[in-house]
């Protein structure tokens, strides 16, 4: 069972990314996106993330298929949290997996 938080159910709609960012550290949430570019450059300059995921584009129950599968593929490779901290998950259309460090 994962808790999840979107920053429209908390009253946090339009919230810039750094300020998103910054909640996610202190609250130890992973981060789930489509906005790869700004939110890979967000975590690139800190010392320590809880992680983050990037989705693509694919519409709201596709994205969430792939997102289910994603947490399975983490979870073969250990504890969720363990693994993806300090690591950005790729996720492509087809549900292939790419996870990195970062920072480097």
């Not at 981060?31 to 790869?36: F, H, K, L, S």
């Not at 570019?37 to 990037?54: E, M, S, T, W, Y």
């Not at 983490?74 to 300090?86: C, E, F, M, R, T």
């Amino acid at each position: 069972m994962h808790d999840v938080t979107h920053p429209r159910d908390i009253g946090r709609l339009g919230e810039p990314d750094h300020v998103v960012l910054a909640r996610c550290i202190a609250e130890d949430r992973v981060i789930v996106t489509e906005n790869a570019v700004d939110f890979r450059k967000l975590v690139a300059r800190q010392d320590i993330h809880p992680g983050l995921i990037i989705l693509p584009s694919v519409g709201r129950a596709r994205s969430l298929q792939l997102l289910m599968d994603a947490l399975l593929w983490l979870a073969d490779h250990g504890k969720v949290n363990d693994v993806i901290v300090n690591h950005v998950l790729e996720v492509t259309e087809v549900g292939g997996y790419t996870l990195f460090p970062l920072p480097a």
